[in-house]
């Protein structure tokens, strides 16, 4: 194999003219891929379709209810906060409602202006128009299911639900809907002390995916310069800095080009996959470039030295991108959608990467003079040999100190759990999150979920079933993050208390019937949204605060309890569901895959060291330094307070990734040296000075790439700069302390 490598250095250099004509036509050929693609529409998808698991039961089961009662997850929301009850807010109001139902797109709005109110006036019972009342907000504020739902407590705040119609789902379609909500809001300017803030579902959805796009043009550019500047500083040659450089461009470009050529869409996890080559990239790139320099420094010429680096490199390179790629496309065999699609972008993107870097570096290092390439200042080896030296002399205490720190890790890492939330891609400053805060304290948050009741032996109005039903409410209402609830049982009950003055639902089938016959006279009561069916099916609605994935798996194993504990001999069947519930169930098995997915990466590296090193005891202890940054990035998840989070879990599996490209670059160096006859001692010491110097730039550069990261208002963005750097640090830790020091004993055990 040496050999084929060594041969394909020779025809780089000899047809490098017909090499960089090829690389040319290749990427022109991506740039009209990715144009054409883009301008057909936006290749995101951020929907809860994106995250579901793929044809689950339980998903099945709300699309069918959904058939009947239609969805509840679309609503953009606009936030009205100021004094909202003087004539000129009001004027506000029914013009931004009109003006929003006017829109093709629009299946229904909702807001004080067309709300209807069950209420007792002058000892008479009366379905009122909320907004023709003197004051409709203290109107609003005396009817349970208008508060909150559509006014706060204090009568400052209110919203206007904005229904857009359920075809509208995936981010291409929601974008222009959402710039038309938004143009039609701005063209009614708010009188004075009124202020308005957006938010919902759909809202938060297409900002994201705006916010990811953002992000990938902003830091793509930006992280090339870093790079570029670092790689020129660390290599002190503005010349051989761009190798790597054009090398990652390439990778990236190609394998965009290949991905939207595809038809691929791109998800939560998967929008990473640009910076994901870009990273993969600069690392060969460097690990060449360093080769390269390095036989140049023992004296050969320019062609020869390019010929040895590509034979040395191109197994190592092949290795280590291999192994990151067979551990991504390892994340088929998950459940959810998103962790399925996210491993086999990011395996195309890494080998896309691995050929882009192996073509276009060599062939513009074949047309770099020797004369530009500055030699290794021998300075340089002083630290490398410094290490070496640690790790030959104290072998002992240098894995003590690093097993001390592993169980510092695990102590504080031990404490994150899943937990996702509709913010956790906000910073706390963010405006949205913001909104989402004041409809959560102050109104009924917006995250929907509903409780389906489906009567097989006759309706559900009998009085012994609507008490049931009522039961299970108020154990929905006691949970303290349920914000508001509705049902036909409560309407019922209200409306038989405001008759009667009892505080009990109507307690014969005669009197469901007639007071139901007085609600349904008024069309502003959306009865429509609680029954279905003569009354077989029945919902109990719910807006919850952006409690957590786990509340709300919690709270689903508990109502479910209680269903069958009120409904269990009835006939009844009963689902605790909704969008809301979903996306949390669906975030946490997307969270469970990748941590799966985690261990199965870990497995294929052991069999890929396995095979290259013929060696189980050199394997296993190959095998720990892509294990501890794993320890290390849940402390650094639990030092900055975070749970374990859709933003933040692709880190893990970046983190296996980043760290065995170091590992085997170390290995496969060290039995390079081995087999032309150098002692164990000698071989460390050179794999030291020659891998370990690519590694420590490589980190180096790659950290202070991560940092730019860090700053950006995402917190996907920001938790993988963040977190990638943790990983680095550790990598470097495990894998020129303990590595070496681990081998050390092995060896000299052996010896001895």
């Not at 109104?443 to 009998?462: A, R």
Request: hydrophobic share 45%.
């Amino acid at each position: 194999m040496n050999e084929l490598f060594y041969r394909y250095g020779q025809w780089l250099v000899r047809h490098r003219v017909f090499t960089v004509i090829f690389i040319i036509c290749l990427s022109l050929l991506s740039i009209a891929g990715i144009v054409h693609r883009v301008q057909t529409e936006i290749p995101v998808d951020f929907t809860p379709q994106a995250i579901f698991m793929d044809k689950s039961p339980q998903i099945l089961r709300l699309r069918e209810i959904e058939k009947t009662f239609g969805r509840e997850d679309n609503d953009w929301v606009l936030l009205i906060k100021g004094d909202i009850s003087n004539v000129a807010s009001r004027q506000y109001i029914e013009r931004l409602h009109t003006s929003f139902e006017s829109l093709s797109f629009v299946e229904h709005v909702q807001s004080l202006y067309n709300s209807a109110s069950v209420q007792n006036i002058d000892n008479q019972t009366e379905i009122l128009s909320v907004w023709d009342a003197p004051d409709p907000v203290q109107t609003a504020i005396k009817d349970p299911f208008l508060k909150r739902a559509f006014v706060s407590e204090d009568g400052t705040r209110t919203i206007i639900r904005v229904r857009i119609e359920r075809t509208r789902e995936k981010v291409s379609d929601l974008d222009p809907v959402v710039r038309t909500l938004l143009k039609t809001m701005r063209a009614i300017p708010p009188p004075d002390n009124i202020e308005i803030q957006t938010t919902g579902v759909p809202y938060i959805r297409n900002e994201v995916v705006s916010m990811m796009i953002a992000d990938n043009f902003t830091y793509a550019p930006l992280l090339t310069i870093l790079f570029f500047v670092t790689i020129c500083v660390l290599f002190r040659s503005f010349y051989l800095g761009l190798a790597p450089l054009l090398g990652v461009l390439s990778a990236v470009l190609w394998s965009m080009g290949i991905l939207l050529t595809c038809g691929v869409i791109f998800n939560i996890l998967s929008v990473l996959v640009p910076i994901l080559a870009l990273i993969i990239g600069v690392a060969d790139g460097i690990h060449l470039v360093s080769r390269y320099r390095e036989e140049l420094d023992q004296g050969k010429q320019p062609e020869e030295a390019l010929c040895q680096a590509i034979m040395h490199m191109f197994s190592a390179c092949f290795l280590t991108t291999f192994t990151t790629a067979v551990g991504f496309l390892s994340l088929i065999v998950a459940d959810t959608v998103v962790v399925r699609d996210f491993g086999i972008h990011s395996s195309v993107a890494v080998m896309t990467a691995f050929f882009a870097v192996m073509l276009v570096v060599p062939c513009y290092l074949s047309f770099l003079p020797a004369h530009t390439i500055p030699a290794i200042p021998k300075e340089q080896h002083k630290l490398y040999d410094t290490i070496h030296h640690i790790c030959w002399i104290h072998p002992r205490k240098v894995i003590g100190c690093v097993i001390v720190l592993c169980m510092m890790a695990i102590v504080y890492g031990s404490n994150v759990r899943p937990n996702s939330h509709l913010l956790e891609m906000y910073h706390p400053d963010h405006p949205t999150h913001h909104a989402i805060q004041e409809v959560d304290q102050h109104l009924s948050g917006i995250v929907p979920i509903f409780i389906y009741l489906e009567s097989k032996n006759g309706d559900l109005l009998e009085p012994k079933r609507l008490e049931k039903m009522l039961a299970l409410e108020k154990d929905l209402k006691d949970i303290p993050w349920v914000r508001w609830t509705y049902s036909l049982s409560a309407q019922l009950q209200h409306t038989h208390t405001l008759f009667t003055g009892e505080e009990t639902p109507p307690q014969s089938r005669e009197l469901i019937e007639q007071e139901l016959l007085i609600l349904s006279f008024s069309d502003e009561l959306p009865l429509d949204q609680l029954t279905q069916n003569q009354h077989t099916q029945m919902r109990i609605l719910a807006l919850c605060q952006d409690a957590g994935g786990q509340a709300y798996i919690d709270l689903h194993d508990q109502l479910t309890a209680k269903a069958k504990e009120y409904f269990g001999e009835d006939q009844v069947i009963v689902d605790v569901t909704g969008d809301g519930l979903m996306a949390s169930i669906g975030i946490n098995q997307l969270i469970t895959d990748l941590l799966y997915s985690i261990a199965i990466v870990i497995a294929v590296i052991f069999v890929t060291l396995l095979i290259l090193l013929r060696d189980v005891p050199l394997s296993l202890l190959s095998l720990l330094p892509n294990i501890i940054p794993l320890l290390f990035t849940a402390a650094a998840l639990h030092l900055i307070g975070a749970d374990l989070q859709t933003s933040n879990i692709v880190s893990f599996t970046v983190s296996v990734g980043l760290a065995v490209d170091d590992t085997i670059h170390f290995v496969v160096r060290y039995k390079q040296e081995k087999q032309q006859g150098a002692s164990h001692q000698e071989a460390i010491q050179k794999t030291f000075r020659g891998a370990g110097q690519a590694i420590i730039l490589t980190s180096l550069l790659l950290v202070s790439g991560f940092g730019i990261l860090a700053t950006s208002s995402l917190t996907t963005t920001f938790h993988f700069g963040l977190l990638a750097s943790v990983t680095l640090g550790a990598a470097i830790l495990a894998d020129l302390f303990l590595l070496p020091a681990a081998m050390n004993v092995l060896y000299q055990e052996k010896a001895s």
